[in-house]
């Protein structure tokens, strides 16, 4: 089983800053290299469909971005394995949704921002802009 453990969500005003953080753990990512997994952040708006926000692959960093989030939102590696942060930055009401971090293990993050690509999902975290 794999565990994953969101956090940082809350409520901002318009052009402040939240950050997010995820942990997975669990008997499943025990198995797999900590440099070989992709994990990403999803949001998804009351009435909207979810969509891919960001995503790293651990086996060096390389991130991918979502367009509408691009030199606001970072996604980076904590020290401890399989663990990620979504620093967001000068939010804005359109990124009010609930947050979900995703993993996929032994795996690149091509094709990251499809749904389809992860097999497991945090619970969610709600983050409000206020305008």
């Known amino acids: 089983q794999v565990q994953l453990v969101e956090s940082g969500g809350g409520s901002v005003q318009a052009g402040g800053s939240l950050r997010l953080s995820c942990a997975a753990s669990?008997?499943?990512?025990?198995?797999?290299?900590?440099?070989?997994?992709?994990m990403a952040w999803f949001r998804q708006a009351s009435g909207k469909e979810r969509e891919g926000v960001a995503a790293?692959?651990?086996?060096?960093?390389?991130?991918n971005y979502a367009d509408s989030v691009k030199g606001r939102f970072t996604i980076s590696q904590d020290n401890a394995k399989n663990t990620v942060s979504l620093q967001m930055n000068s939010l804005k009401p359109e990124d009010t949704a609930i947050y979900y971090c995703?993993?996929?293990?032994?795996?690149?993050?091509?094709?990251?921002?499809?749904?389809?690509?992860?097999?497991?999902w945090g619970q969610g975290t709600q983050v409000t802009v206020s305008s």
């Open positions: 995703a993993i996929v293990f032994g795996s690149t993050c091509d094709g990251w921002a499809r749904r389809s690509k992860y097999p497991y």
């Open positions: 669990g008997s499943i990512a025990n198995i797999y290299s900590p440099d070989s997994n992709c």
């Open positions: 790293l692959y651990t086996g060096g960093g390389s991130t």
